[in-house]
């Protein structure tokens, strides 16, 4: 419905205004796993190529090398806020609750985002986000191009409690993983991502310049080259190693519309006067990138 005229007008730039104010002071989490992905359309078909091949010697002339398509059909969703505040707090001057609705709507949009990119990661070797552009779930044992140079199955699925040991057991497999074309994929692992649970042995793997596992001040070679991020939205044993550091992320957010105020009404038939309603929308969903960002440590 469109907004209503019977709806004061300063009351509707204000939940415009105060809520715009408040999605863009939350500080969000989601940017450091998920690559925000605009849409022009309600629906389409994501089509990325795989690695541009390496060079080869042509002195015996040029050869031909190929790309392969890698493709996933995306479809946001439909998400509201919807708020109301009374008319006779209005008449009262308690225009306050207004505002801290309006922007506590605009804080609960970024934290959905969180919700959505992190409960995505968490659930990646399951098929309730989708699957991968390969079709598999984004954490397998057995992820291959199909068409591609390189065929050879790879694995970024782990069942490993979190230890430096073990951490360092999935880095080192991380970092092996190989492009289409067989190349090192050569991406900076930088980011562990944990449960409230796993915090405390997280920051001795990320912070503590030893082995906080042996008596002999053994180093710790990932202390300033990793950090690490908690999550709620992660199970309570699970942790994953990210490539957070590039432009593409392992996780898609995809915006057909930004978080906007779309209608204001009257609905003369509640209490204390009537209530002024406002609805606060968006369009928008989570999808699985390139499996190569990432790797499942545990479940």
Not at 24 to 43: F, Y
Not at 139 to 151: E, L, P
Not at 171 to 199: C, I
Request: charged share 20%.
């Amino acid at each position: 419905m469109p907004i209503s005229s019977s709806v004061p007008y300063h009351l509707v730039v204000g939940a415009r205004s105060g809520f715009l104010q408040a999605f863009e002071a939350a500080t969000p989490m989601w940017q450091r796993i998920a690559q925000r992905v605009d849409l022009g359309a309600k629906s389409t078909d994501l089509v990325d190529l795989g690695a541009t091949p390496m060079p080869k010697n042509s002195k015996s002339g040029f050869t031909m090398q190929d790309y392969i398509e890698k493709r996933i059909a995306v479809t946001p969703d439909d998400w509201d806020i919807t708020v109301h505040i009374s008319k006779n707090a209005v008449k009262d001057d308690q225009t306050g609750t207004l505002d801290q609705r309006v922007r506590s709507a605009g804080e609960r949009f970024q934290q959905h985002f969180d919700q959505l990119c992190f409960s995505a990661l968490n659930a990646g070797d399951g098929t309730i986000y989708g699957t991968c552009y390969d079709g598999l779930s984004f954490f397998n044992n057995s992820h291959v191009d199909k068409g591609a140079t390189y065929t050879t199955v790879q694995d970024n699925n782990y069942a490993l409690g979190l230890t430096l040991t073990n951490f360092n057991t999935v880095w080192t497999a991380a970092m092996n993983f190989k492009d289409d074309h067989g190349q090192p994929s050569r991406y900076n692992y930088d980011l562990l991502v944990v449960p409230p649970a796993e915090a405390l042995n997280a920051a001795q793997i990320t912070d503590n310049t030893e082995d906080a596992t042996t008596g002999n001040r053994a180093i710790n070679p990932f202390n300033g080259k990793v950090n690490y991020i908690v999550s709620q939205d992660f199970d309570a044993t699970a942790w994953a190693l990210v490539a957070s550091s590039h432009a593409i992320k392992p996780i898609l957010l995809v915006m057909r519309e930004e978080p906007h105020l779309e209608d204001a009404w009257v609905d003369p038939n509640q209490p204390d006067g009537g209530w002024l309603c406002f609805k606060f929308a968006s369009r928008y969903d989570v999808f699985y990138g390139d499996w190569r960002l990432s790797a499942l440590g545990q479940t």
